[in-house]
């Protein structure tokens, strides 16, 4: 019992971890209809602009997690301009192969810059709480947390601002939305932004739990993916369903799996969702 | 320098067939495998662990061939009768899978450590140099075979029958093809021909480990088969050679620059591969050779 119980508790955090750049992956998705391999980068790139804040200038987290959402951001949104936005015309497909072009380009100039070396932040140690059996990292807790303040902001944003009204518009039928004078090119490099920020917040939020190097975004790559997939593409409210499902799938599922399989449930979980429900929890059609 | 470029033909030629396979699904029926480097490997493993046991190399291949389009079949299984995108997350998270069943079934593949000692086909008759030319003849053979096989499927009905569902499954689906039967179908025989490529590549190397089936790979491929020119074999095969000889002169050219540590100089060659395919996404799409689209015949309406 106090297996499952620790089980689900550490699924409920790692899944809201996982929620963040989930968010920023399907928000993408949603307005601009392609699959953004370059977030992993984007997450990348916002864990080491963290990392440079937090232990080279000594910012505590909280101002190092809004560098990093700016950064990754910018980033973002200059990439998008500048290597995606006019193969739109060429399909979903040509957009998706260069972004893992743009993916591949982004994490080796962090590589060029910083090395392959693995970097952790400068946090003050603390120790686990003790529940009777269950554990709990005060870390964890704080970086829970902003993960929850963090998409709390964000539907805010989505759900009451006429920009984010704007966005959903969109996102739903972009026809109708500039029918109504939503101009969408504008909306799309926000949007991406957005995306690309929280990607980047996201690389931040599980990096501080452990360590972090050019590789961490494309490791989480896969569940960010699955997150998404298991709420549905393109619907943000499923994004975070998803991200909380696979977390604790993933727990649970390492009560019998070795933990090098991780990734694997992941791609487990795609699998199973995509044969019997493809649109996912709350997702639109698939086909 | 013989042995260099003896060596650096043939690794083009197994590429040329990773090229090959990309082609066939992505030209034809318009879906992309970005497991491409899983599929490598899945070949590369099962003719090892086939001719580990005792079978003859031949049987590798068949092996390789068989194992490749059955997997093909199990993961795309689900996502073929759903949009694109679907296809192109659920590819990318096998290659990763297959990765991590390689690093961690140690009774099967051995682990980290990879499988050392694979037969090299009549090594031991020919020499060293004799095996390295012998070799080379035989991928170039397979290349140029299934080469001419997918070039002889474009010109077929069937292959008039993919490029159909590629441009708009609708209306493929209308005039009467089974989309589902031409997309399961290609995915297979792709996959297969990826195997093929493993296989080949196996037997050369006499190693296989995880670490050869980077997820780069598949990149170098589409950027092979983008640059050669999507929808026609030639341009695939051309790809692939074009594709190696760059990757060749960068390893080179960032040599020559000075004061670089050794991840710096891999960094910036990676680079070089991904601004390689932004750059011909954005300039040209069609690639070096461009799809000839025959004219459409004579409607016996008109001749009649």
Same mark, same amino acid.
């Given at each position: 019992?106090?297996?499952?119980?620790?089980?689900?508790?550490?699924?409920?955090?790692?899944?809201?971890?996982?929620?963040?750049?989930?968010?920023?992956?399907?928000?993408?998705?949603?307005?601009?209809?392609?699959?953004?391999?370059?977030?992993?980068?984007?997450?990348?790139?916002?864990?080491?602009?963290?990392?440079?804040?937090?232990?080279?200038?000594?910012?505590?987290?909280?101002?190092?997690?809004?560098?990093?959402?700016?950064?990754?951001?910018?980033?973002?949104?200059?990439?998008?301009?500048?290597?995606?936005?006019?193969?739109?015309?060429?399909?979903?497909?040509?957009?998706?192969?260069?972004?893992?072009?743009?993916?591949?380009?982004?994490?080796?100039?962090?590589?060029?810059?910083?090395?392959?070396?693995?970097?952790?932040?400068?946090?003050?140690?603390?120790?686990?709480?003790?529940?009777?059996?269950?554990?709990?990292?005060?870390?964890?807790?704080?970086?829970?947390?902003?993960?929850?303040?963090?998409?709390?902001?964000?539907?805010?944003?989505?759900?009451?601002?006429?920009?984010?009204?704007?966005?959903?518009?969109?996102?739903?039928?972009?026809?109708?939305?500039?029918?109504?004078?939503?101009?969408?090119?504008?909306?799309?490099?926000?949007?991406?932004?957005?995306?690309?920020?929280?990607?980047?917040?996201?690389?931040?939020?599980?990096?501080?739990?452990?360590?972090?190097?050019?590789?961490?975004?494309?490791?989480?790559?896969?569940?960010?993916?699955?997150?998404?997939?298991?709420?549905?593409?393109?619907?943000?409210?499923?994004?975070?369903?998803?991200?909380?499902?696979?977390?604790?799938?993933?727990?649970?599922?390492?009560?019998?799996?070795?933990?090098?399989?991780?990734?694997?449930?992941?791609?487990?979980?795609?699998?199973?969702?995509?044969?019997?429900?493809?649109?996912?929890?709350?997702?639109?059609?698939?086909? | 320098?013989?042995?260099?470029?003896?060596?650096?033909?043939?690794?083009? #030629?197994?590429?040329?067939?990773?090229?090959?396979? /990309?082609? =066939?699904?992505?030209?034809? %029926?318009? $879906? &992309?495998? @970005?497991? +491409?480097?899983?599929?490598?490997?899945?070949?590369?493993?099962?003719?090892?662990?086939?001719?580990?046991?005792?079978?003859?190399?031949?049987?590798?291949?068949?092996?390789?061939?068989?194992?490749?389009?059955?997997?093909?079949?199990?993961?795309?299984?689900?996502?073929?009768?759903?949009?694109?995108?679907?296809?192109?997350?659920?590819?990318?998270?096998?290659?990763?899978?297959?990765?991590?069943?390689?690093?961690?079934?140690?009774?099967?593949?051995?682990?980290?450590?990879?499988?050392?000692?694979?037969?090299?086909?009549?090594?031991?008759?020919? #020499?060293?140099?004799?095996?390295?030319?012998?070799? /080379?003849? =035989?991928?170039?053979?397979? %290349?140029? $075979? &299934?080469? @001419?096989? +997918?070039?002889?499927?474009?010109?077929?009905?069937?292959?008039?029958?993919?490029?159909?569902?590629?441009?708009?499954?609708?209306?493929?689906?209308?005039?009467?093809?089974?989309?589902?039967?031409?997309?399961?179908?290609?995915?297979?025989?792709?996959?297969?021909?990826?195997?093929?490529?493993?296989?080949?590549?196996?037997?050369?190397?006499?190693?296989?480990?995880?670490?050869?089936?980077?997820?780069?790979?598949?990149?170098?491929?589409?950027?092979?088969?983008?640059?050669?020119?999507?929808?026609?074999?030639?341009?695939?095969?051309?790809?692939?050679?074009?594709?190696?000889?760059?990757?060749?002169?960068?390893?080179?050219?960032?040599?020559?620059?000075?004061?670089?540590?050794?991840?710096?100089?891999?960094?910036?060659?990676?680079?070089?591969?991904?601004?390689?395919?932004?750059?011909?996404?954005?300039?040209?799409?069609?690639?070096?050779?461009?799809?000839?689209?025959?004219?459409?015949?004579?409607?016996?309406?008109?001749?009649?």
């Amino acid at each position: 019992m106090t297996i499952l119980l620790q089980a689900l508790i550490n699924g409920v955090m790692a899944g809201t971890l996982i929620a963040v750049p989930a968010i920023g992956f399907t928000a993408i998705f949603a307005v601009l209809r392609y699959p953004n391999f370059a977030i992993a980068s984007y997450a990348t790139i916002g864990a080491f602009a963290a990392w440079w804040a937090n232990a080279i200038l000594g910012l505590p987290v909280i101002p190092a997690l809004a560098i990093a959402f700016v950064i990754a951001g910018a980033v973002g949104a200059v990439a998008e301009e500048v290597a995606l936005s006019r193969l739109r015309g060429a399909g979903a497909l040509a957009v998706a192969i260069a972004s893992i072009a743009l993916n591949l380009v982004l994490e080796n100039v962090v590589r060029f810059c910083f090395g392959n070396d693995m970097k952790g932040y400068d946090l003050p140690l603390m120790r686990d709480w003790r529940f009777g059996e269950l554990r709990i990292g005060p870390q964890q807790l704080q970086s829970l947390g902003l993960a929850v303040a963090i998409m709390a902001a964000m539907f805010c944003f989505l759900f009451y601002t006429r920009f984010g009204k704007a966005t959903r518009a969109v996102a739903d039928n972009p026809d109708l939305a500039r029918l109504k004078g939503i101009d969408p090119a504008r909306i799309a490099i926000v949007t991406v932004f957005l995306g690309a920020g929280l990607s980047g917040v996201g690389g931040v939020l599980i990096g501080l739990d452990t360590s972090i190097d050019p590789l961490t975004g494309y490791r989480v790559l896969l569940s960010v993916f699955a997150a998404a997939v298991l709420g549905g593409l393109g619907s943000i409210p499923g994004a975070v369903v998803g991200a909380l499902a696979l977390g604790i799938g993933e727990e649970l599922a390492l009560i019998v799996v070795p933990a090098t399989y991780r990734t694997a449930v992941g791609f487990a979980a795609i699998l199973i969702m995509l044969t019997f429900r493809p649109r996912g929890i709350l997702g639109e059609r698939a086909t | 320098m013989l042995s260099y470029m003896v060596f650096t033909l043939t690794i083009c #030629g197994v590429y040329a067939l990773l090229a090959l396979s /990309l082609n =066939l699904i992505w030209g034809g %029926v318009g $879906l &992309v495998n @970005l497991g +491409l480097a899983g599929f490598f490997a899945v070949g590369a493993y099962a003719s090892a662990i086939a001719t580990g046991a005792g079978a003859p190399v031949l049987i590798g291949f068949g092996a390789a061939l068989i194992v490749g389009a059955v997997v093909g079949l199990v993961v795309t299984f689900a996502t073929l009768r759903l949009r694109d995108d679907y296809l192109a997350i659920v590819t990318l998270g096998f290659a990763e899978v297959i990765r991590l069943i390689a690093l961690n079934e140690r009774w099967l593949t051995k682990g980290s450590d990879g499988i050392s000692g694979i037969r090299a086909p009549l090594k031991a008759e020919l #020499g060293l140099q004799g095996f390295s030319l012998f070799y /080379l003849a =035989l991928v170039s053979l397979i %290349v140029f $075979l &299934v080469w @001419l096989l +997918l070039r002889r499927l474009d010109a077929s009905p069937y292959g008039r029958a993919m490029k159909a569902i590629r441009e708009d499954q609708q209306l493929a689906a209308f005039a009467g093809k089974q989309v589902l039967r031409f997309k399961w179908q290609a995915f297979a025989l792709s996959a297969a021909i990826a195997a093929l490529a493993g296989a080949l590549y196996a037997h050369f190397q006499s190693y296989v480990s995880p670490d050869h089936f980077q997820p780069l790979i598949t990149i170098y491929i589409f950027l092979a088969v983008t640059a050669g020119g999507v929808g026609r074999p030639s341009g695939a095969v051309l790809g692939a050679y074009a594709v190696v000889i760059f990757l060749e002169a960068t390893r080179f050219a960032t040599e020559l620059m000075p004061g670089l540590q050794p991840v710096q100089l891999a960094a910036l060659r990676e680079i070089l591969v991904g601004l390689a395919l932004i750059l011909v996404l954005h300039l040209r799409p069609q690639g070096l050779l461009p799809e000839r689209i025959p004219k459409a015949p004579p409607s016996p309406s008109v001749s009649s």
